[in-house]
């Protein structure tokens, strides 16, 4: 059985939904905005995994979901919890069933897109740029200093510059600029990073399993995701094939992250180098299938169908065996 | 030089950076949260397909590059709170989440120097909860109570102990594959050592509990009480901070599977 959790209405989940529905491959749904009508439980004993979750009137085994989709919002500002006090029933009950799924879904003998361990990499940009090149991928020249001469002979030595956030809170690209000198004290109290700006094409690269979806995006802004804001104009996004090797380069990276799905920033240099600056553990991939057409919500669908359709099978291949 | 890394209320640690000393470590820096919030000169480069260089600079003026750090026991569990208590409101969880990033990064890039590696899940080595350890446990051999979570319990029900209120419990440490402080089993020492080198926790306290059938698992921490150790578990520590490769169990060492 595959498992969906989310708000049916949030598009990357509502799309995943309608592929495995074309798919015509059955999955659970749940909707966290009925968390009322919902309880869940699970129990570790003797290294095995076993729980229930209820959904209304029907009832579930844990051990049965073979491939989770989580799009879980945080449920501590479900609509349906406005008035509600910090310590009311209702937001407990929400509390506790969402504490419930998810640490259930960190442990689950079960294919998790994406589990919250794996998506850890992503608070700390120089931490996951560390493992980025390990896997044999360049990261752009980065400083992260509390010196503000340092930022100067940084820029001196690459010209343009960008400074953005470490972990993953306000991660909004800017250019270090003129005006920007005026406030380079504030950093002593908290060093800051920058980036040598590196030419060339975005591509985000969609890893879904083995499957890979390659988009350009061409854009003047500094950040591509606020194109309209920063250059006036929204990006132009368009399908690429990526060659084999950077292809499986970028898989083998989700795979070292583990993630099962992801979105991998790259920019490809006129000299044909290839720099990656992050992973996103939890892609919102709809932006870019709306604008190219490309079939990433499928990618998704039938990861979740093979893992479910895998597991099915080796439990038929064990359960004859114990048979035998 | 070695450095601790730790909050200044951090009683085990500062007992280690002495009995460190008294192993015969020598250079051994105490470096309190207090401290880190005043160290100035931060320059943390990479990318480029180049090697990681750091250097900073002490509040005794000393500077500090990547080449003098032979090894940090590191107790950090949060960025200093003296950096970020200056900040407007609105921007503490901010400046928090920076520091815990940038901290993480530097520590990483340090490689096997460090004990306990930083992760992304906890700086001073990973915070599991309770249903985590419970299978981990499992899989090093000891025996673990059944843990059962369901959506009436609070959501801070995972970290707290597995033994049952009332229960004698004892706690191990584990350090460089091998275990300190109370005498237990062979059986379950040997289990606890296996426990760290599973949760890729080479420092990690393990609490096990009695009952008629023998020994249970019942918590595990990346940042145990040193102290329990004594000054066995300091050289072992000494030696493990002098050379990284000493960290993993003997039989992992020799590449033997269990």
């Known amino acids: 059985m595959i498992l969906l959790c989310g708000i049916p209405s949030e598009t990357p989940l509502r799309m995943v939904r309608e592929r495995l529905d074309d798919l015509g491959v059955d999955y659970v749904l749940f909707n966290q905005r009925h968390f009322a009508d919902s309880e869940a439980w699970f129990e570790t004993a003797n290294g095995e995994v076993r729980g229930e979750l209820r959904i209304g009137p029907a009832v579930y085994a844990l051990q049965d979901f073979n491939a989770v989709y989580t799009r879980l919002m945080d449920d501590r500002c479900l609509p349906e919890l406005d008035g509600e006090g910090p310590e009311s029933p209702l937001r407990r009950h929400c509390r506790g069933l969402h504490e419930t799924l998810l640490r259930w879904m960190e442990i689950a003998p079960a294919m998790v897109i994406n589990r919250c361990a794996a998506m850890a990499s992503n608070s700390s940009k120089p931490y996951q740029a560390q493992l980025i090149e390990q896997s044999g991928l360049l990261t752009p020249p980065t400083l992260i200093t509390s010196d503000p001469a340092e930022v100067r002979a940084f820029q001196a030595r690459h010209g343009r510059v960008i400074y953005k956030s470490i972990s993953a809170v306000r991660s909004i690209v800017h250019t270090l600029s003129e005006e920007d000198n005026d406030r380079l004290n504030r950093i002593q109290w908290c060093p800051t990073q920058f980036q040598g700006f590196v030419e060339g094409t975005n591509v985000r690269v969609h890893i879904a399993g083995n499957r890979v979806y390659a988009t350009a995006i061409e854009t003047e802004a500094t950040d591509y995701r606020y194109a309209k804001r920063q250059a006036g104009e929204p990006a132009e996004l368009r399908e690429v094939e990526l060659a084999e090797p950077l292809a499986e380069k970028c898989i083998a990276l989700a795979r070292r992250l583990g993630l099962v799905f992801a979105g991998i920033d790259l920019k490809i240099t006129p000299d044909d180098r290839v720099y990656c600056f992050e992973v996103n553990p939890c892609p919102a991939f709809s932006y870019y299938e709306a604008n190219t057409g490309q079939p990433i919500s499928e990618g998704v669908a039938l990861c979740l169908a093979d893992a479910d359709a895998h597991r099915a099978t080796s439990d038929a291949v064990m359960n004859c065996a114990a048979l035998a | ?258």
Not at chain 2, 141 to 160: E, I, K, W
Not at chain 2, 215 to 226: C, I
Request: hydrophobic letters at 40%.
């Open chain 2, 1 to 258: 030089m070695y450095l601790v890394l730790c909050h200044s209320n951090d009683h085990a640690a500062i007992w280690a950076w002495q009995a460190l000393g008294a192993a015969g470590l020598p250079r051994v820096e105490l470096v309190t949260t207090e401290g880190l919030a005043s160290i100035r000169g931060w320059k943390h480069s990479l990318g480029d397909g180049g090697a990681v260089d750091t250097s900073f600079r002490l509040p005794d003026g000393r500077v500090a590059t990547e080449a003098d750090i032979e090894g940090v026991l590191n107790r950090l569990s949060a960025p200093p709170h003296e950096i970020t208590a200056h900040a407007a409101p609105n921007d503490r969880d901010y400046a928090q989440q920076e520091l815990a990033a940038f901290y993480l990064s530097w520590l990483h890039s340090l490689g096997g120097r460090v004990i306990n590696p930083p992760t992304a899940q906890g700086l001073g080595g990973r915070w599991r909860h309770a249903s985590e350890w419970a299978l981990l446990a499992h899989r090093a051999g000891l025996r673990t109570p059944v843990y059962r979570q369901s959506h009436r319990d609070r959501d801070d029900l995972g970290y707290a102990s597995l033994a049952p209120a009332g229960a004698d419990v004892l706690r191990i440490l584990v350090a460089g594959g091998e275990a300190f402080g109370p005498a237990l089993p062979l059986a379950v020492r040997e289990s606890c050592v296996e426990l760290g080198a599973l949760a890729e926790t080479p420092l990690l306290g393990v609490d096990v509990y009695r009952e008629p059938a023998g020994w249970r698992f019942a918590n595990a921490t990346p940042l145990p009480d040193l102290t329990i150790g004594g000054s066995a578990f300091a050289r072992r520590l000494a030696l493990c901070l002098r050379r990284p490769e000493t960290l993993q169990p003997a039989h992992a060492r020799k590449g033997e599977l269990r």
